[in-house]
């Protein structure tokens, strides 16, 4: 096996994520695509504990996904006030706050 | 890596999907692609345990609440295509791509060495190799997650369990108190109208027409009337109906059908 | 020469008489504030004559305190003076009481006991400044003035209160802008003074430092621009109409006549002292500037038609000659300026002054609203008028020696620079003389019409300044033996890095 | 088969981290086992108490840290953290701001005998659920604990020493927040808006640092810092995969210290959290964060120092003049003093890349450490008693945050105006206030370190800075009030005594700084 494929898909995938987060207008999207960069950054873990022949990728991507599990239910409550608050799950109407 | 070539593709689709599609619930559907993926190519890569943890806690847990509060928002909550900030998406576009670029770039030019493997940190079994690490040099961290679910625990209730303040409202009290609002400000005491029972469309989307012709705004779900689904009706349509029924008694039904489409466009 | 804290007692009876009477409630027009204000003044003014008494000429710095104050910075608590210092020093400590009795009433509309407080706060610190022997110190100091002069011309003032605090919102931008580029000069003198060893701001410590060429002239523009700023010197003195034209009388006389001189003052202690090298390179620069403001502050002040604002830019052109006196790096020029630094103070108070009374007796500050005072207030026209001639240098009055002093120095400097400065003399003359027939002669104005003249309390403030004026016009030696060994010090420290000094300095900068 | 060996966590020196996080737990549990009535003042109680017994236990523990010359201290819980000089004096600070923060928190004078928290934060905005809630007089106590997990987080994300640590820190610290921020009685659109917009742009940022530790990982092949290094010092060849790690990491680390151009959130959370939110978390979190940036800059890659100081640089002075330049335009008081944290952060940043270490400097003089800690423990003091007295100028409508509200403050509360003036000149950097000596401090250090070109820059943006923050004192002494002029509600003995402390700290740390710029020279250098 070699290293560079996997890392080169983990960074597209990162990039896409990052992307999705900026273009897209709904909360829960945008949250989700902070899932993806979260996956993408748990691939490239895991490869580089292969890489270096340790396991401590392994243990960090583990502790990724129970933060990533805490980050959701967190998040999503948040996302669940403000839509029962204003009807709506768009970034965009979240704008009382400008510059 | 035969596995890997199959499936780098499907994620890479998948992934650049999400950033397309209309409905948010394509979008988790398409993530749970990307999440699958992901899963069997931790178990190439020698990590069985996160094969699990990925299946179990990200497909099964994560994402189902994900589309969870995508039902409780609304299936179809789906993006404005209205920007308020002009040019925003086409800046962050560009700024991703050039992001991407660098990114891809930057580690394409990196010299790999060669791969350890982890046929010695395995050797007795990933399971126990990651539970010796997990419980002797992380234990630390390990320990400080259990914060973290503890805060997501607090901040759930905190935000979404409310407390019952009053007594539940038996059917007794609800009569006494729909006959006392009925006396004080005449609101209708009895259950609302039906939708759309006596127009053409036996439907939901539909308003009821009162004895007068005119729509009952109260016989529709007030989620749809907020969507903007709704159908009107119209007195008018009853003299349209009436038309109708005396055209299709004296000519043949083809007639009738393009009436009924120019009827729809009316609206 | 006893041990006891002198200098400490000088600069902590203001401060704390500003805490006293900031604690005494504040009745409208009560006199209880005054009162204790002006004894707390008076008592400064004792002590400062207590050190002068005790003063040995010639002796370099005296009644010296060190302690250390925050070790990490280097910081140390230290005082001294020297005849510099002592010639500001009496300065304020006269000034003190003669502003604090002449705006006797000028705060009764307001917070009388802030209004007194603000100005033995601002006078204690102006103390501070002028005995400082640690650059820290002199740093912090000179920055907390700003708080009460920002107070004093924001809160008290003869200008509508949009007006003022406008003034006082500019005022304070200008002298934040030049405290804080002098920050960076400060905290580079650390850099440097931390890299040859111990890091330290004492003076003297400094003065042996061995500052390279490109480091001392950026550290000198730093306190250059800052002083500049404060003095002030041409570019950068728009500040100063705006401000005396909204702050009461009183108020300008400790802004200008006490604070700016902490900007000379600061020329001749830290450019010239600490970076001579850079100092002689700039002169060039510096002494076109002194030259502008002296007959820009002139033409200026010939076309105003508010009298503080005219006063004010008289100042101007005042500061010029000071700034002349030291930069050309004569004996003659630096101990003009330094005694010029005390007279200018003396014959600006009394101008400021008495243009106050008169403001407070017709309601404007316009000139054109006032004519024939003379008749109605003679004792008031003739303050007036002394005040005037000594701004414009009139033989007999001390302002005369210093302006004397300065131009032998200019002129010894270049006879170009010298003939510039000379034409100051000739505008002042017709300023203020235009001014004096304006305001003074000719028929009344409904505005002048039958107001009273001065009563006893206002001309006992200003006579103090008068026979100053007249005791150093006549007999200016005293003086002059106070601040000439200082200036011998200060010329030793200017002219022994290189020998010969100034041309091949200056040549070696043009091959550059 | 390997064997499995028992860890060795050394209580003696984490058990105020494990108190703090105890606290959480209990306060957890007082929650679900307490009567209503009661629990309010047992969970302040039992956080106050604890909070000072983990203070003293720090104190302790700072005496009794092992002497390595430079350093002291000693790295514990295998590999996971070190306690050393920095972090015991980190800790120190934070454990007081909590102390502080819960005070505030505790405030029940201002709102007429409420908590500034949501009666009910699932009960929606308006109705009659909401209603009830107030009126029976509801408040979430549940603020306590989340707060105690949030310092405990903080703790752990100052002291880590690996970069797993480091992230779990970062977590642990931020989901609290999140939850705090949206929990405000009045306005509470605005602060479920924050509290969603703080969310989204922190779980990006945190996606950052993860990419970001898993390419640092791959290219040292461990997360310890003293690895990372060791393996940065022993390879040469292609470091990109490095400094994109470094890069991606530092993205996250300036985005929780609010530094341009990550700092879109802030004025965003700091208006919409609840205001006692914000004095907590605008102290505490820029203290923890420039803690773990320091451990993770000086120690992890510490011998890659050419290639991350042209870098912050570069975010200083951005910091600086993007914060004072768009701080001078608003007109809220939250937000401006958000602004200000902006530049704040700039002026930390350059106080970091001072001169680096105790051996590189003359004999007394200041290190970057020194100089960062110092300023940390002035601007703390100051956010929390600007932001404390924010929450007491009020209008019926809840807090009067809107500038023109303030005009004529002076003479409707001279003691309230004096104060916040006193703190506004100390933000300004006025001689003989804390924020003097603080700047002078990171000054001293970064023009020690060669970055006059930063110090430059810094001076002129302080001048600019100066205005915004003299115009307000204008406003509260030289304007007419417009309207009804602004009200100064009381506060219990809760918030005076937070203001108090923060005044006479500013004023202490102004006109005396020695003591605590010794005690931060003392914590001397990171342990590696």
């Known amino acids: 096996m070699s290293t560079e494929p996997y890392i080169l898909l983990s960074a597209i995938l990162f990039t896409i994520g990052s992307v999705g987060v900026l273009v897209r207008r709904n909360a829960i999207v945008v949250f989700m695509c902070i899932e993806l960069m979260l996956n993408a950054s748990n691939l490239a873990l895991v490869t580089f504990a292969k890489a270096n022949g340790n396991l401590d990728g392994q243990i960090a991507a583990f502790f990724v996904m129970v933060v990533a599990a805490a980050e959701v239910v967190v998040g999503l409550a948040i996302i669940m006030t403000i839509f029962r608050t204003r009807r709506s799950a768009s970034v965009d109407d979240a704008s009382l706050l400008k510059y | 890596m035969t596995v890997f070539w199959i499936l780098a593709p499907i994620m890479v689709l998948a992934a650049l999907c999400i950033l397309f599609v209309r409905k948010a619930v394509h979008a988790a559907l398409l993530l749970a692609v990307v999440m699958m993926s992901l899963a069997m190519l931790y178990a190439s890569l020698d990590a069985p345990f996160l094969f699990a943890v990925q299946i179990i806690v990200y497909t099964g847990a994560i994402l189902m609440l994900f589309l969870f509060v995508l039902m409780l928002v609304g299936v179809d909550a789906s993006d404005s295509v209205v920007e308020t900030i002009r040019g925003q998406r086409l800046l962050a576009t560009v700024l991703g791509l050039v992001f991407g670029a660098t990114l891809v770039i930057g580690l394409s030019q990196v010299t790999w060495g060669t791969v350890v493997g982890l046929d010695e940190a395995n050797a007795g079994g990933n399971v126990p190799a990651l539970a010796n690490l997990l419980f002797s040099k992380y234990i630390f961290a390990f320990e400080a997650t259990s914060a973290l679910l503890i805060t997501a625990a607090v901040g759930a209730m905190v935000l979404a369990h409310r407390e019952k303040l009053t007594p539940k409202e038996k059917q007794p009290e609800a009569a006494a108190r729909r006959m006392r609002e009925y006396a004080e400000t005449g609101r209708h005491p009895g259950p609302l109208p039906a939708p759309g029972v006596f127009a053409r469309h036996n439907a939901v989307d539909t308003p009821a027409l009162l004895p007068d012709g005119s729509p009952s705004q109260e016989s529709i779900s007030r989620v749809l009337a907020a969507r903007g689904t709704i159908r009107s009706a119209s007195v008018d349509d009853v003299d349209d109906v009436q038309r109708q029924l005396s055209a299709t008694e004296s000519s043949e039904s083809s007639e009738s059908s393009d009436r009924a489409d120019e009827q729809e466009d009316g609206q | 020469m006893s041990d006891f804290p002198w200098l400490s007692l000088l600069v902590l009876v203001p401060l704390a008489g500003a805490v006293v009477t900031a604690l005494i409630p504040a009745g409208r027009g009560s ?233 000379t003052y600061g020329m001749l202690r830290f450019c010239l002292g600490l970076f001579p090298e850079a100092s002689r390179w700039a002169t060039p620069l510096v002494v076109t500037l002194a030259v502008i403001s002296i007959i820009y502050g002139a033409l200026l002040a010939i076309g105003q038609k508010d009298m503080l604002r005219l006063i004010g830019l008289t100042s101007l052109s005042h500061f010029g000659f000071i700034v002349l006196g030291i930069f050309v790096m004569s004996s003659q020029g630096i101990s003009g300026s330094t005694f010029y630094m005390f007279n200018h103070g003396v014959a600006t108070a009394i101008m400021f002054l008495v243009a106050g009374y008169l403001i407070h007796r017709s309601g404007s500050a316009k000139i054109s609203a006032h004519g024939g005072v003379e008749k109605v207030a003679p004792i008031l026209a003739g303050l007036f008028l002394v005040g005037g001639l000594g701004t414009l240098g009139l033989p007999g009055l001390s302002p005369f020696v210093s302006e004397f002093l300065v131009l032998v120095g200019g002129f010894d400097y270049s006879w170009v620079v010298g003939a510039f400065a000379v034409t100051g003399i000739v505008l002042a003359a017709i300023y203020v003389l235009l001014m004096y027939q304006r305001l003074m002669t000719g028929p009344s104005r409904p505005a002048t019409a039958g107001f009273k003249d001065l009563n006893s309390r206002e001309i006992g403030a200003i006579t103090p300044l008068v026979l100053v004026m007249l005791l150093f016009g006549f007999f200016p030696q005293p003086a002059l033996d106070v601040i000439n060994p200082a200036v011998e010090t200060t010329m030793e420290v200017v002219g022994q890095s290189d020998e010969p000094p100034v041309v091949p300095a200056s040549e070696q900068e043009d091959h550059q | ?404 509200r303030w005009a004529g403050l002076g003479k409707e509360s001279p003691l309230v105006a004096a104060a916040f003036s006193l703190f506004l000149l100390g933000f300004a950097g006025i001689p003989l206030t804390a924020g003097f000596s603080g700047k002078w401090a990171v000054f001293a250090s970064a023009m020690s370190g060669g970055a006059w070109p930063v110090v430059v820059v810094a001076v002129l943006t302080s001048a600019l800075a100066a205005f915004f923050y003299i115009r307000v004192i204008v406003l509260m002494y030289f304007a007419e009030p417009q309207g009804p002029g602004p009200s100064v509600t009381l506060p219990s003995l809760l918030t005076s005594t937070t203001i108090g402390v923060a005044v006479l700290a500013t004023i202490v740390l102004g006109v005396m700084p020695g003591p605590v710029l010794d005690l931060a020279a003392h914590a001397g250098e990171f342990i590696r």
């Not at chain 3, 004559?49 to 005790?54: C, E, G, R, S």
């Open chain 3, 31 to 263: 006199p209880l504030p005054k009162q204790v204000a002006f004894g707390a003044a008076l008592l400064t003014l004792a002590v400062a004559v207590v050190v002068t008494v005790q003063y040995a000429a010639g002796d370099g710095m005296q009644f010296t305190e060190t302690h250390e104050w925050i070790p990490a910075f280097g910081a140390h608590y230290a005082l001294g003076v020297d005849g510099i210092g002592l010639t500001l020093v009496l300065l304020t400590s006269l000034l003190l009481p003669v502003v604090v009795l002449a705006s006797w009433r000028d705060a009764d509309e307001a917070n009388t006991s802030a209004f007194f407080a603000w100005m033995l706060a601002l006078s204690g610190l102006a103390l501070v400044v002028f005995t400082a022997q640690d650059v820290f110190l002199f740093y912090v100091a000179f920055e907390a003035t700003l708080i009460p002069a920002y107070f004093l011309i924001g809160s008290f003032g003869i200008a509508d209160r949009a007006t003022r605090s406008k003034a006082a919102m500019k005022f304070l931008l200008y002298m934040l802008a030049g405290g804080l580029i002098m920050l960076a000069s400060v905290v580079g003198l650390y850099a440097v003074s931390a890299q040859a060893g111990e890091p330290t701001y004492l003076i003297p410590d400094l003065a042996k430092l061995d500052i390279d060429q490109t480091t001392g002239r950026w550290l000198f523009a730093g306190f250059f621009i800052a002083f500049a700023i404060k003095a002030p010197l041409f570019p950068v003195h728009t500040w100063l109409p705006d401000t005396t034209a909204a702050a009461t009388p009183g108020t300008s006389v400790l802004l200008i006549c006490v604070l700016d001189k902490i900007g």
């Open chain 4, 1 to 404: 088969m390997i064997e499995f060996s028992k860890p060795a966590i050394e209580y003696a020196e984490l058990w105020p981290l494990l108190l703090v996080f105890g606290l959480g737990c209990i306060g957890v549990l007082i929650e679900a086992f307490l009567p209503r009535g009661s629990r309010h003042h047992v969970q302040l109680g039992v956080a106050l108490v604890g909070t000072v017994a983990a203070f003293v236990g720090v104190v302790l523990i700072g005496t009794g840290l092992e002497d390595h010359g430079e350093a002291s201290g000693s790295i514990v819980a295998e590999g996971a953290f070190a306690v050393d000089g920095p972090t015991v004096f980190i800790w120190g600070l934070l454990l007081l701001i909590a102390a502080a923060g819960l005070l505030l928190f505790a405030e029940r004078k201002l709102e007429g005998g409420l908590s500034a928290f949501a009666g009910q934060a699932a009960a929606l905005p308006g109705t009659e659920a909401e209603r009830e809630a107030s009126t029976r007089g509801l408040d979430h106590t549940e603020v306590f604990p989340l707060m105690m997990f949030a310092v405990s987080g903080m703790m752990i994300f100052a002291a880590a020493n690996d970069l797993l640590t480091l992230f779990v820190g970062l977590e642990v610290l931020s989901l609290p927040l999140y939850l705090l921020s949206g929990l405000a009685r009045r306005r509470r659109l605005l602060s479920q808006e924050a509290a969603l917009k703080y969310f989204l742009l922190g779980a990006f940022s945190s996606g950052f640092v993860i990419y970001g530790i898993a390419l640092v990982y791959g290219y040292a092949g461990t997360m310890g810092y003293a690895g990372i290094y060791e393996a940065i010092a022993n390879t040469t060849g292609n470091r990109a995969m490095l400094l994109i790690g470094l890069g991606l990491i530092s993205v996250g680390l300036l985005f929780k210290v609010g530094a341009v151009p990550f700092q879109a959130w802030t004025p965003d959370v700091y208006q919409g959290a609840p205001t006692q939110v914000t004095a907590f978390m605008a102290a505490a979190t820029k203290v923890a964060a420039f803690a773990a940036m320091m451990r993770l800059f000086y120690v992890a890659f510490g011998s890659e120092r050419w290639s991350w100081e042209p870098m912050l640089w570069l975010i200083a002075i951005l910091s600086m003049v993007v914060g004072a330049i768009l701080a001078v335009a608003q007109s809220d008081i939250k937000r401006m003093l958000a602004y200000s944290s902006i530049t704040h952060t700039g002026f930390l940043i350059t106080g970091l890349i001072g001169i680096k270490a105790v051996g590189e400097a003359g004999d007394g003089q200041i290190t970057a450490t020194q100089s960062v800690l110092f300023y940390l423990v002035t601007y703390a003091f100051m956010t929390l008693g600007a932001f404390a007295i924010v929450s007491l100028v009020r209008d019926s409508g809840g807090e009067a945050t809107h500038l023109s």
